[in-house]
Every structure is written in structure tokens, then in C-alpha cells.
């Protein structure tokens, strides 16, 4: 698709704030922030995120992701002040700086609250990575009317979802085909890639065990007891550098499990099958053609399970590629469901038998065409200047 080349000569110079509570928001947000500054040379930023956002503005860190990791509801109690700390400092910070857009990247418990807030106080919103409403807590459709001046979605299905509520969104593509497309220019050879990281030649299956300290608590173990015997194959977990080492090292003690930080793309890229926590890794290992299994377990056990399924959640899947296709491409464990002996089993189709991988590496195909070009960034930051420069007009 062609992008017009457009840059800011004649305007003000625009203020961004941005608010990113997570890995995944990180990561979209930097790439987002590249292109603004590519779009506006004279854009100043700041920004709750992390490093990845910090490298991409060349400051203005407001305070790091890592610090407001908090999942599951007996964790958000438990953090509840420090959370409202948070909360009351970014509103003073907010009018501090007085910005000219505030953009929301998901994280919808805070962010929405943020955005209530600013509107009041007369700062325009953008919710970049609007909150999966179509998925639970659809209540929070009122609060998007409500709060925010411009919706802008990365998944296809969801212009159709926000129609039928009276909302027109912006969906001009998937951000991750950006990041995986560039990464995929420039990546390292998979012998490179072995030798750095004191691999064998083995086939790698890769464990992607989530970006906070309690989804890999709740999913490493699961993944380590799963891949016991499979001794023609070698395992490597996806570590993240927000978590601490020692996390890891507790739950694989003794298992000739391979630790990696940072690399996600590149193990992505080296790896003939993944375990995959439920997220935006998912589409990633998707995107990388790489057979996988979804799981994901909150504290809750058979009543949660109960809840989740019949009460709360409103789609029939939570792993992206299904959502996206519309049908089940690769299997999900969820809950009570996420057993060793279930994932074992999976693991061991997703292995061995060559149709089944066929089959699945054939939905993906299907799922880009869905998802759209690459270029989704760019053309993003593209409509939200417009958007500024209309109303500043």
C-alpha cells in the first residue's frame, strides 16, 4: 500500500503523551512514536512505557512498565495503592505538561481512568489499541463513547464490533506485521543465532512464557514438565528482561532448559514448534510460521474456569490467531484445561505429525491476508496528525 511522505512545516509543535502498561504496549508504542517523529521532526513525547519506547523518543520516561505489571484480580487488590499512586501522579504530570494528545495504548484499568480524567480537563484522546471489549466487559463501550475522541484498532474484526455500538474506528492494519517484517530483514543466520547462545543443532521449540513475573509462574512450570523426554529436541524460554533472572532459574533448576533474554524474534525465527502464554506472542509465532500450542491459568481454579467461560467472556477464543480467523488454527488450554498431560499431547502432535503442521502453517497464510500490509505505524501516525492538524486547523 502507498504512503504519502507528510511531515509538519506550518503547525505548532505538537506535545504527545503516551501511556503503555505493558510489554506488548511497548513495543507498538515505539514503533508508533518512530514514525510520528518521522511524520513530525519537531514532536516532543512523553510517556509512561518502556525501554523500547525510550530508545524510539530518546527520553522522557515518565516511569518504566515493569513498576504497574500487576495481573489477575487478588494481585490488583493486593496493589491497589500503589496503583492509585500511580494513578493520581500521572493526572499531575498530565496537566503539567499540558499535551496536545494524549494517546492510550490498551492497559484499559488505568487507562481508561486516565482518559476520564483528561477529557474533563480538555485534552484530546486517542485510544491507540482499543481495550478488547468485544471479549468481556463490554460496559467499557460507554466509557470509550464517553472519554475518547478517536478509537484506533489493530485487529479486523473489531471495525465491525464498535460499528454496531455507534463507534467508527481507524483500522489501518496489524502494528506487529511492521515488527516482524523488519526484524525478518535483518535478522542474524540461525547458525549465528546457536552459536551466541550456546545452542546444538538440535530443533529448537520455543516456551514463551508471558512478560510478567505471575504468568510465568503459572505457565513455566506447566511447560517444563510437558517437554520432559522429548531429548530430540531442544527447549529455550523466551526471558524478558523486566522479570528477574532468579524467577526462572527456580523453576528451571535441572532441566536442561536453555534460558535466552530478549530474543524473542530471533528464537521465533530458529524454532520448529512453540508453547506460547496467550497474547501478542501468539500472532508473533503466527507471523514467524511457527506451529504452536496457546495456554494461559489465573489463580481460580474449577470457578474461575466456570466464570470465565459461561459468564464473563463473550468470544469463543482468546488466542489471536483464532480470534482473527474466526475458528480454531492452533489448540488453547485455558484454565483447568492448561494440563501437563493435555499440553504433552499437543506437543507431540505438533512435533511429529507433518499434516497437522501443514494444516496449520496453511491457516496462518489465510491470517495475513486478514491482518493487511505491513506499514500499519506508519499509517497510523499519518491519521492521527491529520486528526490534530484538523482540529487545530
Known sequence: MFVPEFRIEKFKRMKYYLIAGEASGDLHGSNLIRELKEA??????????????????????????????????????????????????????????????????????????????????GVKVFYYISPKVWAWKEYRIKKLKAFVDEIFTILPF?????????????YLGNPLMDSVSSFIEKARPGAQFRKDNKLDDRPVVALLAGSRKQEIRNSLPVMKKAVEGFSRFQFVVAGVMTVEKSIYDDILKDSGISLIFDQTYDLLNNSYVALVTSGTASLEAALFNIPQAVMYRLEGGWLLHYLM?????????????????????????????MTVANVREELSRLLFDQNYRIKIIDEYSRLRELTGDKGSSRRTAAKMIELLREGNG
Open 40 to 121: 513530525d521532526r519537531d514532536a516532543k513525547f512523553r510517556f509512561f512505557g518502556g525501554d523500547l519506547m525510550v530508545k524510539a523518543a530518546g527520553g522522557e520516561l515518565v516511569h518504566h512498565y515493569r513498576e504497574m505489571a500487576f495481573m489477575g484480580v487478588v494481585n490488583v487488590v493486593l496493589n491497589i495503592r500503589t496503583i492509585a499512586r500511580y494513578m493520581n501522579f500521572c493526572k499531575q504530570d498530565l496537566l503539567k505538561y499540558s499535551p496536545d494528545v494524549l494517546i492510550l495504548i490498551d492497559y484499559p484499568g488505568f487507562n481508561l481512568k486516565i482518559a476520564e480524567f483528561a477529557r474533563k480537563q
Open 158 to 170: 473489531e471495525t465491525d464490533f464498535f460499528k454496531k455500538h455507534g463507534i467508527d474506528v481507524h
Open 309 to 337: 467461560k459461561y459468564v464473563f467472556l463473550h468470544v469463543k477464543w482468546v488466542s489471536l490467531p483464532n480470534l482473527i480467523l474466526g475458528r480454531e488454527a492452533v489448540k488453547e488450554y485455558l484454565q483447568v484445561e
